[in-house]
Each structure stands twice: as structure tokens, then as C-alpha cells.
């Protein structure tokens, strides 16, 4: 028994040497090419002849049994290298031929605000890669932003002459609160007659936005302009609604009527540029027309349904219009939590916890 | 190299004083004066990080800056434990790796704030951080042990070899399952964050290859008891080696860009 411990102890130990090198290698190429090299037949092979290892432990050394933490920490790295190869790809598609469980392992969802889907798309490819049995629908989506010292911004949008015809282009707007300002190049004239660093928007009956009012728990501004052109002159606020970074204010009116609307002019509130501090999209996920559950996912806070995980992964960076989410298969996870709990209660135990019983017991 | 004139970097300039004269106090075997010293140290550098974390709003462990004050600090009491929990003495070295560990915070890292970016919005955030650094701190302690035992077995002094050995084996069991803490949590904390427990990442890596190393002593001293002392110091020195890597290089260096970037 003593040389097979002796021998189990040297394989563990090669074991440990060949892991560590492939990873300092893995370091080097980065994290995508160190997933491929990891998941790559060798490496597979690695994998399973360390999962044996540590089954033979058990067989082998008595005092793995005996010590409880060290029994602890051996289950534990046995449950998290099956927890891991559980929700590999190839665990995925193991699990596909053997028990007919056709998951889907990872992928993407883009789902724009009121509508659902069920389509889980390729991360590179954007190809649908397959359907999960249930839809999610985005309500909304929003980011909020860490409170910034500097005023929103004012850019007017306007056609600019280029060749023989013209393109779209925009001009900032250097504002200050009860003064006027030039817009470009252009005649245009903005007057700021108020302006709220933290408001709400307020809209009539009908939805449209009639002002603002301060409103300390806003990350959002507001903004009274009169803008005028030669002899037309338009008044009115400028007010995102709540998790928008921008706004739009209509200079039509400003036009010859035998050109409104043709080109577009808009004044545009912007806000500066601040860090976002969360991005958040209200979920509900739907089986049939039913909707199941609903969640507010965010950064650390993913929802959890029917076997899969979806994590508030990017967004619609021009219009916020719709939301980005990733999808990952919960295959595996269970097996690898008990893992990771027993590898720190039994390192725990072996180091800490049995030493300092063996000194009480020497003491008495 | 920039020194910081503010209420903070004079606080954390003082730390690191009263640690270097608590040093050179207690190689003189002026044990009192010196734990006085080394006591004093830490009330300044604990302050130093209390002002820091109310500045900015947060456990301060979000930069580089942010954990070496905080690892500064958390040296004194790590040092009484090793003494009158471990028996393991060596407090004028303790003094010196606090002092040692608040300079590059004092005068090379930018103390320059950053709002948290959403994906260190976690409660899982200070305990991966804080067992990270507890380990680190011990593991330190651990390499000049190691150190100390290459030196006195190359001496030929086999008696002081053997309790530098002794002291090592212990710190390591120690600072391991803190490794293995902090290894988890941050598993747990990439699940929730990123969508995987393991992302491949850079810094991941050379964690796991840190906590390899450790596991390997572990085994190498199962084996062969203190048989093989000299091959266990080695691997404390390699584990050591990729603490630094872990702890600088994938932070300072664009060669292994990845998912820890910010930190």
C-alpha cells in the first residue's frame, strides 16, 4: 500500500507539474486560444486521467478517507472537474447522444424593447444556433450612469453643403444657462432659458412632454431653449425620458415651409461623457402567450430559467433600443458549487481545523 | 516617482516611516519599542485606509494603489498572529514587508480615484479581494522562510534549516486555503459577472498556477516529509514568483490583456 501511495503521490504531483505548465502556456495565447487548447483532445484526455486520479486516491491512500478534510477537498476537485466537463461543449453534446438532452451551450440573444425571442444566435456568426423552449421578451432596457459634475451637452444637427449635395453633420452648441449661443457656422440661435442638472420629464395627457421639474434622484437633466432663425423662433424643453442619455428637439418649425422637414434639423441633449454604473433590462419570459416570470437583470444579477442562465451582456450603443443578452447552459453548475464549497471547507478543515484539534488533543 | 501631499499620503507616508523604524528597532532586539513602533504603523496606515475607503465610496481594492495600502495594513495584525498563534517570530521582517509593501502605494501608484465599473458591484467583491491579499501576506512570510532554509541548509546548519522548514510548512497551511478562498470566489463571482466559473482570462491562469504550485508543496511534503525541504523552499519560491506575475505583470502589462484589465 505504501509504494502505491508513493506512486499515486508522484502521478498526482506530475499531474500538477503538466497543469500548471499548460496553463502559464495558456496565459501567454490569451483567453480564447487558451479555451481551445483546453478544450482541445489531449487536454480532454488530461482531464479524465486527472478525474481518475482522484478517484484512485481514494483506493489508494486510507488517509484521504480518514481525514475528512482532505476527503473533502479531493470530492470537491473531482465534482468541479465533472462540473466542468459537464458544461463544456462536448459535455453538451455527450449529454445530446446519450440521453437525447439537446441544450444549447452558450450563444446570444438580441431582443429589442416589446418584443420576445427565442433565438439563440452565434456569438461571431450572428446565425441562429437554436431555439430555446420558452421566449424572452425585453420590456425595457436602461443604463445608469455615475453622477457627473459636467453639464449635458447641446449639438445641432444640420445639413452640411459637400460636393454637389450635402450630408448630415453635427455642431456643438457652447450654451450657457440665460445667455445666447451660436450653433456653428449656421445662423441658428440657441437661448438656454433654464436648465436642471437632475430633473423629470413632465408630459400632458397625451404623452407630450410639456416641461420638467427637479428631481434630486434623477441622473438625468433638463433643459428650456428658445432656438430661433431670422424671424421664427421655437420654444420648448428638452427632457429625457428616465434611462435615456439623449433627446431630440424638433427645429422644423424653423424652416421656409417649402423645406421643412426636408432636410432634418434637430437640436440634440447629450449626455456627457459619464461612466456607466449599471446596465439594466426588465425580462419576462414567456412559455405560449403566458409569461412566467419577470426579472430586472443586471450586471451580477442574470436570470435563471429553465436550465439556462442569461446575462445582461451589451446593448443598442445608438438608440438604447434594444438589449444584448448571454445565454449559457446551467449543465454542470450544481456539481461544480458543491465542488468549489467542499475544496474550501476541506482545505479549511486539513489546515486549520485538524491541526489545531490534534494540538488540543496533545495538550490534554 | 510622485510624492502625495495630501491627508492620505502623508497618513500612509507616516505608516511606512514608523514600520522602517519599527524595523531597524526590532533587528536591535528592542522588541517593545519596536512592536510600538510597528503598532503605530498600522493605526496610521489602518486610518490611511478607513479616509480612502469614506473618498471614494468603496472597500478600497479596486486598483493597484487601493490593495497595497490595504496589504500594508493588513501586515501588523497578520504579524501577531504569526507570532502568538503560529509561534512563528520574524517580526522585524513583517515590519519591513509592511513598509515594503506601502512604498510603491506612497510613491509609484496613481492614488487618482474611479467610480467602480458595474462588474466589481458585487457582494462577493471584498472577500475575493481580502483572502487574495491575506494569502499573499502570508505567503510573503512564507517565501523568507523558505529563503532562510536554503540559506542554512547550504550553511550546513541542520538544526535552524529544519525549524525554517517547520515555519514554512505552517504559514503555507495558512495562506493555502485563503488561496483556495479566494480562488473559489472569484469563480463564483465570474459565473455571476461573465457567465462562466472559469473564462480562461490571464490572470485566472496565473492564479490557478499559483494555487498548483502551493497544492504541489502540499503533495511534495505529504510524500516526503521534510525529506525533500529544499525541493518544498524551491516551490515556495515559484509559487512567490507567480504571485508577483499575478499580482504586476497581467495588471501592468498589455501582453495578457483580458477580463481583469481594470484591476
Not at chain 1, 9 to 32: M, N, Q, R, W
Not at chain 2, 14 to 38: C, E, K, P, S, Y
Request: glycine share 10%.
Amino acid at each position: 500500500m505504501a509504494r502505491g501511495r508513493q506512486v499515486g503521490l508522484g502521478l498526482t504531483l506530475g499531474a500538477l507539474g503538466v497543469l500548471a505548465s499548460v496553463s502559464i502556456v495558456g496565459a501567454f495565447l490569451g483567453a480564447e486560444r487558451a479555451r481551445a487548447m483546453f478544450n482541445s483532445q489531449p487536454l480532454v484526455a488530461f482531464w479524465i486521467l486527472l478525474a481518475g486520479l482522484l478517484v484512485a486516491g481514494f483506493f489508494l491512500m486510507p488517509r484521504l478517507v480518514r481525514s475528512p478534510g482532505l476527503a473533502a477537498m479531493h470530492l470537491g476537485a473531482l465534482l468541479v472537474l465533472v462540473g466542468g466537463m459537464g458544461g463544456s461543449d462536448l459535455g453538451h453534446r455527450l449529454a445530446g447522444r446519450l440521453f437525447g438532452a439537446a441544450k444549447i451551450p452558450h450563444g446570444y440573444m438580441a431582443v429589442e424593447e416589446g418584443d420576445a425571442t427565442d433565438a439563440v444566435r452565434d456569438s461571431e456568426t450572428g446565425e441562429t444556433i437554436g431555439r430555446l423552449p420558452f421566449r424572452i421578451r425585453l420590456e425595457d432596457f436602461r443604463i445608469e450612469y455615475y453622477p457627473s459634475d459636467r453639464p449635458w451637452e447641446l449639438w445641432l444637427e444640420r445639413p452640411v453643403v459637400f460636393g454637389e449635395g450635402f450630408e448630415m453633420g453635427m455642431a456643438p452648441v457652447a450654451w450657457r444657462e440665460g445667455e445666447e449661443a451660436s450653433a456653428g457656422e449656421s445662423q441658428i440661435r440657441v437661448r438656454v432659458v433654464r436648465y436642471l442638472s437632475a430633473a423629470a420629464p413632465v408630459y400632458d395627457g397625451a404623452g407630450g412632454l410639456v416641461g420638467a421639474e427637479a428631481d434630486a434622484g434623477s441622473d438625468a437633466a433638463a433643459m428650456e431653449v428658445i432656438v430661433s432663425l431670422g424671424e421664427r423662433s421655437v420654444h420648448g424643453w428638452l427632457a429625457p425620458a428616465k434611462g435615456e442619455s439623449r433627446t431630440a428637439f424638433s427645429l422644423a418649425p424653423l424652416l421656409p415651409d417649402e423645406v421643412r422637414g426636408h432636410p432634418a434639423l434637430a437640436l440634440w441633449f447629450v449626455r456627457p461623457p459619464s461612466m456607466p454604473k449599471d446596465y439594466f433590462s426588465d425580462l419576462a419570459v414567456l412559455e405560449g402567450e403566458r409569461t412566467m416570470a419577470r426579472k430586472t437583470i443586471e450586471v451580477n444579477h442574470p436570470l435563471h430559467w429553465g436550465g439556462y442562465h442569461f446575462y445582461q451582456a451589451g446593448y443598442d450603443e445608438a438608440a438604447g433600443q434594444y438589449t444584448i443578452l448571454l445565454v449559457r447552459s446551467a449543465s454542470g453548475l450544481t456539481a461544480a458549487y458543491v465542488g468549489f464549497a467542499l475544496l474550501v471547507a476541506g482545505a479549511m478543515a486539513r489546515c486549520w481545523v485538524e491541526p489545531a484539534v490534534r494540538k488540543l488533543k496533545g495538550r490534554a | 516617482m510622485t510624492v502625495q501631499f495630501s491627508i492620505l499620503g502623508i497618513m500612509m507616508m507616516v505608516a511606512l516611516v514608523l514600520d522602517a523604524m519599527a524595523f531597524i528597532v526590532l533587528l536591535t532586539r528592542a522588541r517593545r519599542a519596536g512592536l510600538g513602533l510597528f503598532a503605530a504603523g498600522f493605526a496610521s496606515a489602518a486610518t490611511a485606509v478607513v479616509v480612502r475607503s469614506v473618498h471614494v465610496g468603496h472597500a478600497p481594492m479596486q486598483n493597484l494603489f487601493e490593495v497595497f495600502l490595504l496589504m500594508g495594513a493588513l501586515v501588523f495584525p497578520l504579524s501577531l498572529f504569526f507570532r502568538y498563534v503560529l509561534g512563528v517570530g520574524g517580526m522585524a521582517f513583517d515590519a519591513l514587508l509592511a513598509a515594503g509593501v506601502l512604498a510603491p502605494a506612497v510613491f509609484v501608484f496613481s492614488p487618482e480615484p474611479a467610480p467602480l465599473p458595474p462588474a466589481l458591484q458585487s457582494v462577493l467583491f471584498v472577500p475575493h479581494v481580502a483572502a487574495y491579499l491575506a494569502a499573499y501576506v502570508v505567503m510573503a512570510k512564507v517565501t523568507v522562510q523558505a529563503v532562510w532554509q536554503l540559506i542554512t541548509v547550504a550553511a550546513g546548519n541542520a538544526e535552524v534549516s529544519a525549524g525554517a522548514e517547520r515555519s514554512a510548512y505552517r504559514m503555507v497551511a495558512l495562506g493555502f486555503p485563503l488561496l483556495t478562498a479566494g480562488l473559489v470566489l472569484g469563480a463564483v463571482w465570474g459565473k455571476q459577472a461573465w457567465g462562466d466559473w472559469w473564462n480562461w482570462d490571464p490572470k485566472e491562469l496565473w492564479s490557478l498556477v499559483t494555487w498548483l504550485v502551493f497544492l504541489a508543496y502540499l503533495h511534495l511534503r505529504a510524500l516526503g516529509g521534510r525529506r525533500w525541504a529544499t525541493a518544498g523552499s524551491v516551490l515556495v519560491l515559484a509559487g512567490a514568483a507567480c504571485i508577483l506575475i499575478t499580482l504586476f505583470w497581467v495588471n501592468l502589462s498589455r501582453l495578457f490583456a483580458g477580463l481583469h484589465s481594470y484591476a
